[in-house]
């Protein structure tokens, strides 16, 4: 299924998709590292339609799109910092989010740097491991009143 999968830029008439994505995931897989209450308030940021206008805008936003659905996306914000790297609940583990990720790499480059860093889902500690990113450090950032432990990672390319 996935020998189609093409992957492109994102447009505004993607809002819908890609909102729906995140908020599916959140609430299914980061579901098994975070709680109940941090959950609805991280998915919720799928209702901020102006925040992901201007990502979609400003930022370098990829979507991987298989028959036509999206079925994950990444963003890249200021040359080289991963912002955000989703992969649809029910695409887990076929290699999506590695094929979005090595594009991402290759754009840090492109843009001049050498590093690339992110700050990471407890949930996604392991997929960043297996692609040789190293923890910088632990720590707890603050959504909408809520704390939510997760980790910077960074990897030298
Ligand atoms: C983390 C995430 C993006 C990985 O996407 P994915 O498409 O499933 O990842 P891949 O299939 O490319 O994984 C490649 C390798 O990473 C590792 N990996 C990925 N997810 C893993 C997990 N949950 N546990 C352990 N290893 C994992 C494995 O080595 C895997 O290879 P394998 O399947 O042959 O064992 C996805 O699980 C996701 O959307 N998580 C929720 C959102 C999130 O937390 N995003 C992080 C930014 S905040």
Do not use: C
Request: net charge negative.
């Amino acid at each position: 299924m996935l020998d189609h999968m093409e992957i492109r830029e994102a447009t505004l008439e993607d809002i819908p998709e890609i909102t729906a994505l995140f908020r599916d995931t959140i609430r299914t897989v980061n579901r098994q590292h975070y709680s109940e209450k941090q959950v609805e308030i991280w998915s919720s940021g799928a209702d901020d339609i102006d925040k992901w206008k201007d990502r979609i805008s400003n930022l370098y936003f990829i979507v991987a799109e298989v028959h036509q659905q999206i079925v994950g996306f990444a963003y890249l914000k200021n040359g080289n910092y991963l912002d955000g790297l989703f992969v649809h609940k029910d695409f887990q583990r076929q290699t999506i989010a590695s094929k979005l990720l090595r594009i991402m790499e290759s754009r840090v480059s492109i843009n001049g740097f050498d590093m690339i860093k992110s700050d990471v889902s407890i949930t996604a500690l392991d997929f960043f491991d297996s692609h040789f990113y190293e923890v910088e450090k632990k720590q707890k950032k603050s959504f909408k009143g809520m704390v939510f432990e997760n980790y910077i990672v960074y990897k030298e390319l």
